[in-house]
T-cell receptor
Framework: AQSVAQPEDQVNVAEGNPLTVKCTYSVSGNPYLFWYVQYPNRGLQFLLK??????LVKGSYGFEAEFNKSQTSFHLKKPSALVSDSALYFC?????????????FGSGTQLTVLP | NAGVTQTPKFRVLKTGQSMTLLCAQDMNHEYMYWYRQDPGMGLRLIHYSVGEGTTAKGEVPDGYNVSRLKKQNFLLGLESAAPSQTSVYFCASSLPGVVPEQFFGPGTRLTVL
């Protein structure tokens, strides 16, 4: 079975400061890892994904994530937060096997960027 | 290009009533998915489809049925609604592949009284 943990329900950061949203995972075999963002009353939007290769993945809107196999983590980061980054962020994991690459989502982290 | 659309946006049902949620995509995607989102639980996969005429169960399929008669449409049915099915339902679609990016619709907020 695969699982994802997002240990923080809420993260607050001041505008202009760096932000980190944490994610750890458990999966058999090699993981495929994703970050999605959800703005109020909207569906999820894809930010970035890790498949293999470079542990630092760059995505949309200046976000990046660092894959750490030994710590089974995939933390989302941004060097300088914007108020418009305030949203609900979901980490998700998939693994080899299965015909539709079923994703398992974490419970989400609400990011609030304070002006 | 509308992407993924869902009908209706909101619905209130009484226990025991039935309804169908419609998902449509215009991106010619092979794969389609239905999720439910509950507070503090993230998204959970209900059913998915890897092509026209095929469906499969996800993590929480009980109480739901689906059909994929046309490639662009994926229907989610509740035959006898229960209060535990109060949730926000999201449809998504993707291309086939190793790790496809999923494109999500705007959601349907369902309340079962």
């Amino acid at each position: 079975a695969q699982s994802v943990a997002q240990p923080e329900d809420q993260v607050n950061v001041a505008e202009g400061n760096p932000l980190t949203v944490k994610c750890t995972y458990s999966v058999s075999g090699n993981p495929y890892l994703f970050w999605y963002v959800q703005y109020p009353n909207r569906g999820l939007q894809f930010l970035l994904k890790y498949i293999t290769g470079d542990n630092l993945v760059k995505g949309s809107y200046g976000f990046e994530a660092e894959f750490n196999k030994s710590q089974t983590s995939f933390h989302l980061k941004k060097p300088s937060a914007l108020v418009s980054d305030s949203a609900l962020y979901f980490c998700a994991v998939s693994s080899k096997g299965g015909s539709a690459r079923q994703l398992t989502f974490g419970s989400g982290t609400q990011l609030t960027v304070l002006p | 290009n509308a992407g993924v659309t869902q009908t209706p946006k909101f619905r209130v049902l009484k226990t025991g009533q039935s309804m169908t949620l419609l998902c449509a995509q215009d991106m010619n995607h092979e794969y389609m998915y239905w999720y439910r989102q509950d507070p503090g639980m993230g998204l959970r996969l209900i059913h998915y489809s890897v092509g026209e005429g095929t469906t499969a169960k996800g993590e929480v399929p009980d109480g739901y049925n689906v059909s994929r008669l046309k490639k662009q449409n994926f229907l989610l049915g509740l035959e006898s609604a229960a209060p535990s099915q109060t949730s926000v339902y999201f449809c998504a679609s993707s291309l086939p592949g190793v790790v496809p990016e999923q494109f999500f619709g705007p959601g349907t907020r369902l309340t079962v009284l």
